[in-house]
């Protein structure tokens, strides 16, 4: 079977054989930390495996999620974007219902809304990446409600909200994620050993083997064809902080237009290749390839979401040079003499300017200001 022979069976460490195994992914990079995670710490025998993305849609995700489903046999279900946060319940309301003998829950209105949620009920094993900011995944969790849970890092640990779920106030959450940090292992390549230890306890895990082995999607391969045939002198990883940052989306094109035009002042014939955010928008790639610089390359939506590890040997090879704000992307080339980090005083805010700033300094990276 092609799925037996794509898996490295790895560590058999549940009581148990997990019958069903649901993988909830935030991105690509994510769901390859996640498949890495599994094949570490699950014999992979005759499992049914379910791969769910709970994020804002994007198509370009999809093509990636569905070669990989298929690739390893697994179900890929499709998207959501799970949106129910914590409410409180009133104390007479708690008491009404405690009279009642009733149990006060979302489950009712969850399954309406995201009726393909019933299949990923009471998994044998979930896998789920910690998103901080992300109150929504408490209410997630206790719904879905688990047997065991393999947490794994989501990127970057720029903040760590209070999280005070506790007492009565919110008696239909189970204890998944109420506060943070947590006791539990979070799987993370080494390059994120400081995020993972900031919401748990880092567990080290290896991208290697299954990057190697779905270097051989046809989505890898065309992106290789179509990028990477010549050389790469930059490459400008986009985040959407007109969208998480309190940036205004004019700043946000200025600022990356500054990035581009200085590249371009240090060497006119530098070729920069522009990674948009799988989360960006059509309006926001369409306004960068509109600045109309000669050496500037902006990867097309339907390779919008490859992730980056795929082309580690390739770049190294090419010298390339990694620019960013503070996205963690770049961290797994392990380079950091080739990282850069750019803040603007003038057009971000103060506050994602201070995060810029730390980001820099916590990973000893270059740091620059336009």
């Not at 993305?53 to 959501?80: H, M, P, T, W």
């Not at 688990?146 to 947490?151: A, R």
């Not at 040079?321 to 103060?350: H, M, R, Y």
Request: glycine share 2%; charged share 25%; net charge positive.
């Amino acid at each position: 079977m092609i799925w037996m022979e794509n898996w490295n069976h790895g560590i058999l460490f549940l009581e148990k054989m997990p019958n069903k195994i649901s993988i909830i992914t935030s991105g690509g990079s994510q769901l390859i930390i996640q498949l890495a995670t599994l094949k570490s710490e699950v014999k992979i025998v005759d499992q049914r495996i379910i791969i769910l993305y709970n994020g804002v849609f994007r198509e370009s995700l999809d093509q990636f999620f569905k070669e990989v489903a298929i690739f390893y046999n697994c179900e890929y279900i499709g998207q959501i974007n799970f949106d129910f946060l914590p409410e409180q319940t009133s104390i007479k309301k708690l008491l009404k219902e405690f009279m009642k003998k009733r149990r006060y829950s979302f489950d009712k209105e969850i399954i309406n809304r995201f009726p393909i949620l019933k299949s990923l009920h009471k998994a044998d094993l979930l896998i789920i990446p910690i998103r901080v900011k992300m109150f929504s995944d408490i209410v997630l969790l206790s719904f879905l409600k688990p047997k065991k849970i393999l947490y794994s890092i989501d990127g970057v640990i720029d903040v760590l909200p209070e999280r005070s779920f506790g007492k009565f106030r919110f008696p239909y959450l189970k204890n998944y994620l109420k506060k943070l940090p947590i006791n539990s292992s979070v799987f993370s390549p080494s390059y994120l050993i400081k995020d993972a230890n900031r919401i748990g306890v880092y567990k080290e895990i290896d991208l290697k083997n299954t990057i190697i082995e779905l270097s051989s999607l046809p989505l890898i391969t065309s992106f290789k064809n179509k990028y990477l045939v010549e050389n790469v002198n930059y490459v400008i990883f986009s985040q959407h902080y007109s969208l998480s940052e309190d940036v205004l989306f004019d700043n946000e094109i200025e600022y990356y237009k500054r990035i581009i035009l200085w590249i371009c002042y240090l060497n006119k014939d530098n070729k920069i290749l522009f990674k948009p955010h799988p989360r960006d928008t059509k309006q926001k790639i369409e306004s960068i390839k509109n600045l109309n610089i000669g050496n500037l390359v902006v990867i097309e939506e339907y390779f919008q979401a490859v992730p980056i590890e795929f082309f580690i040997e390739e770049f190294n090879k090419m010298n390339s040079v990694f620019i960013t704000g503070n996205s963690s992307a770049p961290l797994c080339f392990e380079n950091n003499d080739k990282i850069i980090s750019i803040f603007s005083k003038q057009l971000l805010s103060e506050n994602l300017n201070s995060k810029i700033v730390e980001f820099a300094q916590s990973n000893n990276l270059k740091l620059s200001e336009i």
